[in-house]
């Protein structure tokens, strides 16, 4: 009994023991079957990875293959550019070699031509060697007696200056002075006459300014230096220098030209430096009482510029203390002005002042003196307009 107690208990062991081995090995299995899942998941994972490398690789390889094949093809194309300029610039470079030779070969044919001109103006001037020496001389010569002649008239002039009277106590007037002498200048005839400016009647500025007699310089303006915006005694007694600008004085011109029947000759030069002049056959200034009215005569017709003087005829003289404001000429309204040389502006022609007149001077001198006869040279009841 307790022998089969015994093997009953060792079966039962057995049984147990087997059991658990079965158990274990049953578990042992499940766990290999598991491993090898993931063996072989692995290998199929790892399969894949080698499946997208390799697929990535020919992509990479099939880029690499075309882009070869295209920069083959650049490099083709630019090395035929390249050959087809290098054979262009080979022909730019023989057409160049061929004009250059070309080129030489016409200077050379040029200085040949030009050796031949030289050698003919060789020639030629050899041949002409002798009359120009001549013709040299000849001008030579001529030049020679210009100059001996321009010295003999610079000498004749100087002498004349050098030998010449500028004090003439014996004569009244710049037209008695000798017209062979014809030197101008200050000078000084019979005794001094002097008014309340200490200004000498007898003291003139005497000028050879056409044939025939001298005149007498009443009034000047040149760089317009002096101002002829003066008052009524200053223009009554005159102002300024003999020797530069000036205005004579009215009442030293009005007994001047009431002691003979005197013309009148006005000198005038534009910006241009064009001189012009106009003469007229009878000037004179009535007394200081009547304003010394202006009494003027017709002008001549050679004069070289127009008239714009006899618009004035018998206005009277008018300075800057008038009430009109005009300075130093003859007016009735000086807005109306044909002419003023002693203005702010020299105007001649028109109050506008069209001929931009710069310098100016007045002169007169005694008809007796003058060979020009002019038939009825003032008619008092005429119109003098343009």
Same mark, same amino acid.
């Given at each position: 009994m307790r022998l089969s107690m015994a093997l009953l208990f060792a079966l039962i062991a057995i049984l147990l023991t087997l059991g658990a081995s079965g158990a274990a090995t049953a578990k042992s299995r499940s766990l290999m079957e598991q491993q090898l899942m993931l063996v072989r998941n692995a290998q199929e994972q790892q399969q894949r990875s080698l499946l997208n490398v390799e697929f990535k690789l020919n992509r990479v390889i099939s880029k690499l293959l075309s882009f070869t094949h295209i920069k083959q093809g650049d490099s083709l194309r630019e090395l035929a550019g390249n050959l087809s300029k290098a054979l262009d610039s080979w022909e730019q470079t023989q057409d160049r070699i061929n004009q #250059?030779? #070309? +080129?030489?070969?016409?200077?050379? !044919?040029?200085?040949?031509?030009?050796? !031949?001109?030289? +050698?003919? #103006?060789?020639l030629l001037v050899t041949k002409s060697q002798v009359p120009r020496e001549r013709q040299r001389q000849n001008e030579n010569g001529a030049l020679e007696a210009e100059s001996e002649q321009m010295s003999e008239i610079k000498a004749t002039k100087e002498s004349n200056q050098a030998n010449v009277e500028y004090l003439q106590p014996a004569k009244a007037d710049c037209a008695e002075l000798d017209v062979q002498q014809r030197v101008d200048g200050v000078y000084k005839f019979l005794e001094p006459e002097l008014n309340e400016k200490q200004r000498d009647l007898n003291e003139r500025y005497c000028a050879f300014a056409t044939t025939g007699a001298a005149w007498t310089v009443i009034q000047r303006r040149t760089e317009q230096l002096e101002n002829f915006n003066r008052s009524w005694d200053e223009y009554r007694s005159g102002f300024g220098s003999l020797e530069s600008d000036f205005w004579y004085g009215n009442e030293f011109i009005h007994r001047l030209v009431y002691r003979d029947d005197y013309e009148l000759r006005i000198e005038l030069q534009d910006q241009l430096d064009v001189k012009v002049w106009a003469e007229y056959a009878i000037f004179r200034l009535d007394s200081e009482s009547f304003n010394y009215q202006l009494v003027i005569g017709k002008m001549d017709d050679n004069s070289s510029t127009l008239d714009a003087l006899s618009y004035h005829n018998g206005m009277d003289f008018r300075s800057s203390d008038w009430d009109g404001g005009c300075s130093g000429w003859w007016f009735d309204r000086c807005l109306e002005a044909q002419s003023n040389l002693n203005g702010q502006r020299i105007i001649w022609g028109n109050s506008r002042n069209e001929y931009l007149i710069k310098t100016s001077r007045m002169l007169i001198r005694p008809r007796s003196f003058n060979s020009l006869n002019t038939d009825e040279v003032y008619d008092e009841d005429s119109a003098y307009g343009f």
């Amino acid at each position: 009994m307790r022998l089969s107690m015994a093997l009953l208990f060792a079966l039962i062991a057995i049984l147990l023991t087997l059991g658990a081995s079965g158990a274990a090995t049953a578990k042992s299995r499940s766990l290999m079957e598991q491993q090898l899942m993931l063996v072989r998941n692995a290998q199929e994972q790892q399969q894949r990875s080698l499946l997208n490398v390799e697929f990535k690789l020919n992509r990479v390889i099939s880029k690499l293959l075309s882009f070869t094949h295209i920069k083959q093809g650049d490099s083709l194309r630019e090395l035929a550019g390249n050959l087809s300029k290098a054979l262009d610039s080979w022909e730019q470079t023989q057409d160049r070699i061929n004009q #250059l030779q #070309l +080129s030489f070969q016409w200077k050379n !044919e040029l200085a040949q031509k030009m050796e !031949e001109m030289h +050698s003919m #103006l060789a020639l030629l001037v050899t041949k002409s060697q002798v009359p120009r020496e001549r013709q040299r001389q000849n001008e030579n010569g001529a030049l020679e007696a210009e100059s001996e002649q321009m010295s003999e008239i610079k000498a004749t002039k100087e002498s004349n200056q050098a030998n010449v009277e500028y004090l003439q106590p014996a004569k009244a007037d710049c037209a008695e002075l000798d017209v062979q002498q014809r030197v101008d200048g200050v000078y000084k005839f019979l005794e001094p006459e002097l008014n309340e400016k200490q200004r000498d009647l007898n003291e003139r500025y005497c000028a050879f300014a056409t044939t025939g007699a001298a005149w007498t310089v009443i009034q000047r303006r040149t760089e317009q230096l002096e101002n002829f915006n003066r008052s009524w005694d200053e223009y009554r007694s005159g102002f300024g220098s003999l020797e530069s600008d000036f205005w004579y004085g009215n009442e030293f011109i009005h007994r001047l030209v009431y002691r003979d029947d005197y013309e009148l000759r006005i000198e005038l030069q534009d910006q241009l430096d064009v001189k012009v002049w106009a003469e007229y056959a009878i000037f004179r200034l009535d007394s200081e009482s009547f304003n010394y009215q202006l009494v003027i005569g017709k002008m001549d017709d050679n004069s070289s510029t127009l008239d714009a003087l006899s618009y004035h005829n018998g206005m009277d003289f008018r300075s800057s203390d008038w009430d009109g404001g005009c300075s130093g000429w003859w007016f009735d309204r000086c807005l109306e002005a044909q002419s003023n040389l002693n203005g702010q502006r020299i105007i001649w022609g028109n109050s506008r002042n069209e001929y931009l007149i710069k310098t100016s001077r007045m002169l007169i001198r005694p008809r007796s003196f003058n060979s020009l006869n002019t038939d009825e040279v003032y008619d008092e009841d005429s119109a003098y307009g343009f």
